[in-house]
């Protein structure tokens, strides 16, 4: 191995150990490691400036894990920069929230980390604690002003504890008074959001505080989901708050039509009563509505897969493109590439296996090419070699363009 290479590789080395102690919490040997990286900056600069590839430095993974004690060294005595941010825009503490961690959430906040500060995808450290569940944290974080209706891309708090079924967290949220009838671009809201996680108890909780039963995403109404899902007990609930059995999805199929489908007995008894009559139905019963809509579906299956043949058959009718030859150095590379990435593959070291392919991505890329032709067979091979391309691109800052001679 070539002298700078070597270099590189022990760096590495160090970097990972490093922010391997800041995941332990293990101040002393932090210290230590950090020592045997500083190159001149004394440990205040190596510290601030070791991160991995996602921008994530050692008081990020060190709030990630809980590791509060390692976070007053890092923010009292080194001056880490309490509300530093990694790639994706997360801060301490919203790392820290996350994974519940309510004493080191509290200490970062009394040393001036802004709990409402949003990641790049405009989630807070609250969407982050209510959406799994960390009642603690979320408790902490409204107490601090936090505020409850904020909306990332994929919401707001309540929608995201809603759809995940943390019926703890939406009660509290509700008792802040968050926005029942709150929308996503795409039009979703708590209520659905509840109903497409089967989470019966906060279906309750929002219908009892007035959530619209009708709401609409697209077409779809919180009954049609139900429905389509089988859940007799949510349907039971909303029926009785005055959900729409006649609402039609963009196939124009209601609500019973869809428990039908989804061959739930005792959702389509439920729907019965209230539906009327369609016409189309030869038998309106339990089992007549069920036998009708289960034959559609296998006719609409059929219909599918014969359509799949004949794009498959007419894909085949269409000459290939002549492939050019491989080379026999450019076989080995592709041979030792694929050696090494299903060894990593086998130790599940996918961390390893991604560092090495994107240091020389364009000869990744060309090693996938070989690799694909070595072994047409391996999806393991196609998808890491593929991934490993976007990374290295993403990582090495290089235009999308840049790769595309190797990949004709």
Same mark, same amino acid.
């Given at each position: 191995?070539?002298?700078?290479?070597?270099?590189?590789?022990?760096?590495?080395?160090?970097?990972?150990?490093?922010?391997?102690?800041?995941?332990?919490?293990?101040?002393?040997? =932090?210290?230590?490691?950090?020592?045997?990286?500083?190159?001149?900056?004394?440990?205040?600069?190596?510290?601030?400036?070791?991160?991995?590839?996602?921008?994530?430095?050692?008081? +990020?993974?060190?709030?990630?894990?809980?590791?509060?004690?390692?976070?007053?060294?890092? *923010?009292?005595?080194?001056?880490?920069?309490?509300?530093?941010?990694? @790639?994706?825009? @997360?801060?301490?503490?919203?790392?820290?929230?996350?994974?519940?961690?309510?004493?080191?959430?509290?200490?970062?906040?009394?040393?001036?980390?802004?709990?409402?500060?949003?990641? /790049?995808?405009?989630?807070?450290?609250?969407?982050?604690?209510?959406?799994?569940?960390?009642?603690?944290?979320?408790?902490?974080?409204?107490?601090?002003?936090?505020?409850?209706?904020?909306?990332?891309?994929?919401?707001?708090?309540?929608?995201?504890?809603?759809?995940?079924?943390? @019926?703890?967290?939406?009660?509290?949220?509700?008792?802040? !008074?968050?926005?029942?009838?709150?929308?996503?671009?795409?039009?979703?809201?708590?209520? +659905?959001?509840?109903?497409?996680?089967?989470?019966?108890?906060?279906?309750?909780?929002?219908?009892? /505080?007035?959530?619209?039963?009708?709401?609409?995403?697209?077409?779809?109404?919180?009954?049609?989901?139900?429905?389509?899902? !089988?859940?007799?007990?949510?349907?039971?609930?909303?029926?009785?708050?005055?959900?729409?059995?006649?609402?039609?999805?963009?196939?124009?199929?209601?609500?019973?039509?869809?428990?039908?489908?989804?061959?739930?007995?005792? /959702?389509?008894?439920?729907?019965?009563? *209230?539906?009327?009559? +369609?016409?189309?139905?030869?038998?309106?019963?339990?089992?007549?509505?069920?036998?009708?809509?289960?034959?559609?579906?296998?006719?609409?299956? @059929?219909?599918?897969?014969?359509?799949?043949?004949?794009?498959?058959?007419?894909?085949?009718?269409?000459?290939?493109?002549?492939?050019?030859?491989?080379?026999?150095?450019?076989?080995?590379?592709?041979?030792?590439?694929?050696?090494?990435?299903?060894?990593? =593959?086998?130790?599940?070291?996918?961390?390893?296996? +991604?560092?090495?392919?994107?240091?020389? =991505?364009?000869?990744?890329?060309?090693?996938?090419?070989?690799?694909?032709?070595?072994?047409?067979?391996?999806?393991?091979? *196609?998808?890491?070699?593929?991934?490993?391309?976007?990374?290295?691109?993403? =990582?090495?800052?290089?235009?999308?363009?840049?790769?595309?001679?190797?990949?004709?």
């Amino acid at each position: 191995m070539a002298p700078d290479a070597t270099h590189a590789l022990a760096v590495r080395e160090k970097v990972q150990k490093f922010l391997q102690a800041a995941c332990s919490g293990d101040v002393e040997l =932090f210290k230590k490691l950090a020592k045997q990286l500083d190159d001149g900056k004394g440990l205040a600069g190596t510290v601030a400036d070791v991160k991995d590839a996602n921008k994530r430095g050692a008081l +990020i993974f060190a709030a990630r894990e809980g590791k509060t004690e390692l976070c007053k060294y890092l *923010v009292e005595e080194l001056k880490v920069d309490v509300n530093e941010k990694d @790639e994706e825009g @997360e801060t301490p503490v919203l790392h820290a929230a996350r994974h519940g961690h309510t004493a080191t959430v509290h200490y970062l906040i009394e040393q001036g980390a802004d709990p409402a500060t949003p990641s /790049a995808s405009g989630a807070t450290a609250l969407h982050h604690a209510a959406g799994n569940g960390h009642i603690e944290v979320v408790k902490l974080l409204l107490s601090k002003g936090v505020n409850v209706d904020f909306q990332s891309d994929a919401g707001t708090p309540l929608m995201w504890a809603a759809g995940l079924g943390h @019926e703890d967290v939406v009660e509290v949220l509700l008792e802040h !008074g968050a926005n029942l009838h709150a929308q996503t671009d795409d039009d979703n809201c708590p209520l +659905i959001s509840a109903v497409a996680a089967n989470s019966l108890p906060c279906v309750e909780l929002l219908v009892k /505080a007035g959530a619209n039963v009708n709401v609409k995403a697209g077409d779809a109404t919180p009954l049609l989901i139900a429905a389509h899902n !089988g859940s007799t007990e949510i349907i039971n609930c909303l029926l009785q708050a005055g959900a729409d059995p006649n609402a039609e999805d963009e196939d124009g199929n209601k609500p019973i039509q869809l428990a039908a489908t989804s061959g739930s007995r005792a /959702a389509v008894e439920a729907l019965l009563a *209230v539906t009327p009559r +369609i016409q189309s139905v030869p038998e309106w019963s339990v089992d007549g509505v069920i036998e009708f809509m289960q034959s559609e579906y296998r006719r609409e299956q @059929e219909r599918e897969e014969a359509g799949r043949k004949a794009n498959k058959s007419r894909e085949a009718s269409i000459p290939k493109k002549d492939l050019p030859e491989v080379t026999p150095e450019a076989k080995k590379k592709a041979a030792e590439a694929k050696a090494r990435g299903d060894e990593s =593959f086998k130790r599940n070291d996918i961390a390893t296996a +991604i560092d090495a392919y994107t240091q020389r =991505f364009e000869e990744a890329a060309t090693a996938f090419y070989e690799g694909v032709h070595l072994d047409p067979e391996s999806k393991e091979l *196609v998808t890491a070699f593929r991934e490993a391309v976007e990374a290295g691109r993403k =990582f090495h800052g290089t235009d999308k363009n840049s790769l595309s001679s190797s990949k004709s």
